[in-house]
């Protein structure tokens, strides 16, 4: 389980520079959704190997509402760019 751990931090590293590399606005909007997906996954990763329901909520939670966070963020940067 630990080396599957391992593998998910190197994946989340590749969004990570994608983000740092690009000044195109919505590639780094798309590279922060998959950082905030894979973290969230992260944390639930965690939270079966660590036998703990209170950080699986907490990865969960992150899940659905980091990206609904994101979304209307991108929304408002695209009524934002109309002006």
């Not at 630990?2 to 000044?23: E, K, R």
């Not at 798309?30 to 894979?38: D, E």
């Amino acid at each position: 389980m630990n080396w599957i751990i391992g593998t998910m931090l190197l994946a989340l590293l590749v969004p990570m520079y994608v983000a740092f590399d690009s000044q195109h606005i919505w590639q780094k909007m798309l590279a922060f959704a998959s950082v905030s997906t894979k973290s969230s996954m992260l944390i639930l990763a965690i939270s079966v190997l660590r036998d703990d329901w209170t950080i699986g909520v907490v990865g969960v939670l992150v899940l659905c509402v980091g990206n609904a966070a994101l979304m209307l963020l991108a929304q408002t940067i695209k009524q934002v760019d109309k002006w």
